[in-house]
């Protein structure tokens, strides 16, 4: 264990630096808590900010320490996040934890099958893109924990995620938060296991046992913090032998909800370059495609990186969606109506799904077991599809709620 | 100072810089009467017969202009950033050993905080214009001697024409002139449009001083300034710096949640029934309200919808959608890029217009009341909708007012703005200055929806099923003080100390700027 460190520094300083903020701690042997407090937003919140960290320090067992906070207009979850961490690079052992209440709009939860159609890649340890994310109506917003954050910053990201996971309004998107890889992502669980998070993110997986030791870790910690919730798992096929490997990680837990596909990784992979045409890797989506149908669960795309080209975009989406893929990657949120847009229905689509649906409810009404289309019997999964469409177009505005009118 | 509370319930001096002051008395309830300012009879005998006004220097045409302590000199904004015969004007008056003048531009910018020595030494005494950043800060310290005086673009041509203020000598940067005063802003290597800011100077100064980096023989065609009102000519090396007069191109802004906003504000206009055949719209040059009209284009494309005209500030955006056949005019107010001045130059259905056409409250009748939706940005907005733009929520005076108090006459002003900045919200309990009474402001839309004015209940009405979400006010200030951790504390400010006043429209003072307390 470190013996002899008195001084520790945590977050963000310089002009550029904005929504975040700097803090140096140092150790002393007498005269209590010195503050110097430098922020942009002193006079309206000069006051608050000097009563959070000495309510903290106090929370923590500070006693005599030098604490300097260069502030660039941070929220308070930052501040937080940022005061903890330099109070726990300070002080190693130190088990408390300083939460902030969960809000109540963040306390839900959501289902297997949820629409996934869009998911947004925030970086964990970039505060200023979290608080407004879900106003962009994302169906999930991811917290990066993994390659969006340095391998020095990891530390500051878990207690930044956690924050956020509290106190930030996710406003109806599915909260998910992309762990490291197994088995170091292991230690992200505890901070994001206690605080709702719907969806857990697994990169690189390669086999079924990655994802038994995750279930394991998760059940107990679901457990310790009584944790009711169900939560889900979207395991990151980036790699030749994850291709290989994909119906038995589809197969591997009740809790996986879908495959998801990372091309940039799995083209370095095989050793070739990623096209805007896909050909490299039109075998591997089409394995990860197929492997998730056969275990029942959603098969989602990867990123589309070039944030500036919507309509190649928009082209991706349409492809993907004829290969069977039900969800993309977004790294703007400009992206996320585009992405809804192409994932919606045709006309052609909503006019066939109403039939079904007609012809579904009639049958029920009669009491029939067989739904039929004309001459055409149609199957449950059929149905379900249909239903699917039809909620599709509602929500893309294309069909009114009341279509049945 | 003796304060008195207003029509806007704000402490407000009766008397400033030795004028007797009006305080507001609530909106269109106060009408001046009697005889407009005139300037003095001046005869084409005392001028040059061969119409040749040029003088060797900016120093000879101020003396010649009789240049004494106390004077007012004003200035015009239409280089922006970029003008430099402002800081060498005033280099003139501090040699001239001239004391005590009153600064009156139509804006200033940054570059102007060169002359923040001559507010230390006394060389000017105040500043009726704008005072944004370095001199924002100077004024809200408490450090300039006299008290700034904040109009609009209107409010400025009122002032002048009441008689409020009697401009001594106008020095008018132009970018091309001729040796007669003929003057125009659309041509010439320091380009800026127009230069209609400049116009109620030229008519009602007693010396009126052209300086102009692009002389040329007689006649200066387009004259946006009419020689005839012209008393010398200056030729100079250069105005100042191309690239900060316009820019190249004006871009929209990358920020998703702007981006959300702007395409709030277009979807509000065609969902609310605003956008339509006809129509008309003012949009500035911020990044936010680019993007607005780069939604609204879209929108008025798939439905095949004509505008009869737009009111800039200019871009290369609008000036898109007068070349497409989307507006049949641009009546331009200021040109903020090259686009915008190549059109200006070439296109006849790009008009340019003055504050006088505008905004002008002693008309009969401007262009202001007759736009359907103007949008505009603001730095704070409380619950009644009063909105402020001149001062943030720390109490420092950093903007002008430019036309934002006169667009708010619009048929519908939507002020297109962030929830919070940073940690700063944006929707307050009060704001810190009043610029707009809430009255006049209709629409507030946010990256969190629209809060529609609840004297609106038309457009209440007209929105019930958008797919926006419409919050009331009181509830979305509710949200953002969570976010932010609490309400902001004010700013703690010297209430003995009325450091700038901030006119209404009609010449009333609407509300007082303090100085700000231990600096």
């Given at each position: 264990?470190?013996?002899?460190?008195?001084?520790?520094?945590?977050?963000?300083?310089?002009?550029?630096?904005?929504?975040?903020?700097?803090?140096?701690?140092?150790?002393?042997?007498?005269?209590?808590?010195?503050?110097?407090?430098?922020?942009?937003?002193?006079?309206?919140?000069?006051e608050s900010i000097k009563e959070m960290i000495l309510g903290m320090s106090k929370f923590f067992g500070l006693k005599n320490a030098k604490i300097l906070c260069e502030d660039n207009g941070a929220l308070p979850l930052v501040l937080a996040a940022r005061f903890e961490l330099a109070v726990k690079r300070l002080l190693p052992d130190l088990k408390k934890e300083y939460l902030l209440p969960i809000i109540k709009q963040n306390l839900y939860s959501t289902k297997k099958d949820q629409l996934r159609r869009s998911r947004l890649y925030l970086p964990g340890n970039e505060p200023k893109f979290f608080v407004n994310a879900g106003l962009h109506s994302p169906d999930g917003i991811i917290l990066d924990l993994e390659d969006s954050v340095s391998p020095s910053e990891k530390d500051a990201a878990q207690l930044l995620v956690r924050n956020a996971l509290r106190s930030v309004d996710f406003y109806n998107s599915e909260r998910m938060v992309r762990i490291n890889q197994l088995p170091k992502g292991l230690d992200d669980l505890k901070f994001i296991i206690p605080h709702n998070v719907n969806v857990i993110l697994v990169p690189k997986c390669e086999s079924a046992e990655q994802i038994h030791l995750l279930e394991k870790e998760v059940d107990r910690l679901k457990k310790r913090y009584k944790v009711q919730n169900p939560i889900y798992f979207m395991p990151i096929i980036e790699s030749a032998l994850g291709v290989i490997k994909a119906y038995e990680i589809a197969t591997a837990s009740n809790n996986i909800c879908s495959l998801a596909i990372g091309l940039e990784d799995y083209t370095a992979d095989i050793g070739t370059q990623r096209t805007n045409e896909g050909r490299e890797s039109i075998f591997a989506r089409q394995m990860l495609i197929n492997a998730a149908k056969a275990a029942g669960i959603q098969a989602i795309d990867t990123v589309f990186s070039d944030v500036s080209d919507m309509e190649a975009l928009r082209q991706s989406v349409i492809e993907a969606k004829s290969l069977g893929f039900e969800g993309k990657g977004c790294i703007h949120p400009r992206q996320i109506q585009v992405v809804h847009e192409a994932f919606a229905p045709t006309v052609e689509e909503i006019e066939k799904a109403k039939k079904i649906v007609f012809a579904f409810e009639e049958a029920e009404k009669k009491g029939l077991g067989v739904v039929s289309l004309g001459s055409k019997m149609i199957d449950p999964p059929v149905v379900k599809r249909a239903i699917r469409t039809i909620d599709l177009a509602i929500l893309n505005n294309l069909l009114d709620k009341n279509w049945r009118e | 100072m003796k304060l008195v509370k207003n029509a806007a319930g704000r402490l407000v001096p009766t008397e400033v810089?030795?004028?007797?002051?009006?305080?507001?008395?609530?909106?269109?309830?106060?009408?001046?009467?009697?005889?407009?300012?005139?300037?003095?009879?001046r005869t084409c005998i005392d001028y040059p017969t061969d119409g040749n006004k040029v003088v060797k220097d900016l120093k000879t045409a101020l003396k010649k202009a009789g240049l004494k302590d106390g004077m007012t000199i004003s200035t015009h904004h239409h280089l922006r950033n970029g003008d430099v015969v402002t800081n060498i004007l005033f280099d003139v008056v501090k040699e001239m050993g001239i004391k005590n003048i009153r600064w009156f531009p139509s804006a200033s910018f940054p570059v102007h905080s060169h002359l923040i020595k001559y507010l230390e030494d006394g060389t000017i005494h105040h500043i009726e214009g704008s005072m944004n950043g370095p001199l924002g800060k100077f004024t809200t310290e408490g450090k300039m001697k006299g008290v700034g005086v904040l109009r609009s673009h209107g409010g400025r041509y009122q002032s002048i024409q009441d008689g409020e203020v009697h401009i001594d000598i106008a020095v008018i940067a132009a970018p091309t002139a001729d040796p007669f005063g003929n003057a125009t802003g659309d041509r010439g290597k320091s380009a800026c449009g127009l230069i209609g800011f400049a116009l109620a100077d030229s008519e009602y100064a007693d010396k009126v001083i052209?300086?102009?980096?692009?002389?040329?023989?007689?006649?200066?065609?387009?004259?946006q300034i009419q020689g005839n009102n012209v008393d010398y000519v200056v030729e100079v090396e250069t105005l100042g710096d191309p690239a900060k007069i316009v820019s190249g191109t004006t871009e929209v802004t990358k920020s998703p949640d702007?981006?959300?906003?702007?395409?709030?504000?277009a979807q509000f206009l065609d969902e609310s029934g605003i956008m339509k055949d006809g129509?008309?719209?003012?949009?500035g040059a911020g990044g936010t309200t680019l993007a607005f009209a780069v939604y609204l284009k879209e929108r008025m494309k798939k439905k095949n919808v004509k505008a009869r005209f737009i009111r800039g500030g200019s871009t290369k955006y609008l000036v898109q959608m007068l070349e497409e056949g989307l507006t049949d005019y641009i009546l331009d107010g200021q040109t903020f890029d090259l686009e915008g001045v190549r059109s200006m130059r070439e296109n006849a259905g790009h008009v340019n217009t003055s504050p006088f056409t505008s905004y002008n409250f002693h008309g009969k009748g401007n262009f202001a009341s007759m736009v359907d939706a103007a949008v505009l940005g603001a730095t704070e907005v409380d619950v009644n909708f009063n909105a402020n733009v001149v001062t943030h929520s720390d109490g420092y005076l950093?903007?002008?007012?430019?036309?934002?108090?006169?667009?708010?006459f619009s048929k519908c002003t939507i002020l297109a703005i962030p929830t919070f900045r940073d940690r700063?919200?944006?929707i307050v309990d009060e704001v810190t200055t009043i610029c707009g009474p809430g009255e006049l402001i209709d629409v507030i839309a946010t990256e969190r929806g629209l809060c529609i004015n609840p004297k609106r209940k038309d457009l209440l009405k007209a929105m019930k099923n958008s797919s926006i979400p419409i919050i009331d006010i009181k509830e979305l200030k509710k949200e953002i003080d969570a976010i932010c951790g609490g309400a902001p504390a004010k700013p703690k400010v010297n209430k003995a100390k009325v450091v700038a006043i901030v006119k209404w429209v009609d010449g009333t003072v609407l509300d007082s700027v303090f100085e700000i307390k231990n600096v």
């Open positions: 264990m470190a013996k002899n460190i008195n001084k520790a520094i945590s977050g963000k300083r310089g002009d550029s630096v904005r929504s975040d903020c700097y803090f140096e701690i140092e150790l002393t042997n007498s005269g209590g808590i010195k503050l110097d407090i430098k922020s942009k937003v002193q006079s309206m919140y000069g | 810089n030795g004028l007797q002051q009006v305080p507001f008395r609530g909106v269109n309830k106060y009408k001046p009467t009697g005889n407009k300012a005139k300037p003095p009879i052209v300086v102009t980096d692009n002389l040329v023989p007689f006649p200066c065609v387009p004259w702007r981006l959300l906003i702007a395409e709030y504000v129509f008309s719209f003012q949009a950093l903007h002008g007012i430019g036309g934002w108090q006169n667009c708010l700063i919200p944006v």
